[in-house]
């Protein structure tokens, strides 16, 4: 997909293409659609980063607690999005061990009891023992430093989920 195709879209082709690229939060791909035309791809990124860069801390907080917990609740019930179902399971979380699966419940629940938004981590990038071994060691963190990398974790997963557009690509949009 290049960039025209992209600056050819309306806004609902937009959002069926890219309002998932931050986990849950479709207001993000509604706001950037308005900086359009991009001189890039990339520029398509930089505008989701400035825009969540441009959050107040409750804001930054919002978009931390949009995503699941890992191996939590909606993966045991199949309701996870399509992308986070695909992270999830390439990070090897689908098949844990009961062992394992209690493990990273008691540190989720114990991570947001503490921070009041859940534990984010680029699941792509990782594995279930990095995982496991990041939680704990994140767990000791203050919560504006945990902010900052949650954040940090959610612009992973962004530029991974539009990559993946870019690869697939999608078909051109027929001009209404
Ligand atoms: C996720 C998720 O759903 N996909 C990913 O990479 N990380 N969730 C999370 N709490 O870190």
Request: proline share 5%; with cysteine; hydrophobic share 35%.
């Amino acid at each position: 997909m290049d960039v025209d195709a992209v600056n050819c879209m309306n806004y609902e082709q937009f959002l069926d293409v890219f309002g998932n690229i931050i986990e849950k939060c479709p207001i993000i791909t509604a706001a950037v659609w308005s900086r359009r035309p991009f001189a890039s791809f990339s520029e398509v990124e930089d505008k989701v980063y400035d825009f969540i860069e441009s959050l107040p801390i409750s804001g930054k907080e919002g978009i931390l607690r949009c995503h699941p917990d890992l191996a939590g609740r909606e993966l045991t019930s199949g309701t996870l999005t399509m992308e986070s179902q695909q992270e999830q399971r390439q990070a090897g979380l689908t098949s844990l061990t009961t062992r394992e699966r209690e493990r990273l419940t008691l540190l989720n629940t114990q991570y947001k009891e503490k921070f009041g938004f859940p534990f984010v981590i680029c699941a792509k990038r990782s594995d279930k023992d990095k995982i496991m071994e990041e939680l704990n060691s994140r767990l000791q963190n203050d919560p504006s430093v945990e902010i900052l990398k949650g954040i940090d974790e959610v612009k992973k997963i962004c530029h991974l989920r539009l990559q993946d557009i870019l690869r697939k690509g999608t078909p051109l949009p027929t001009k209404l």
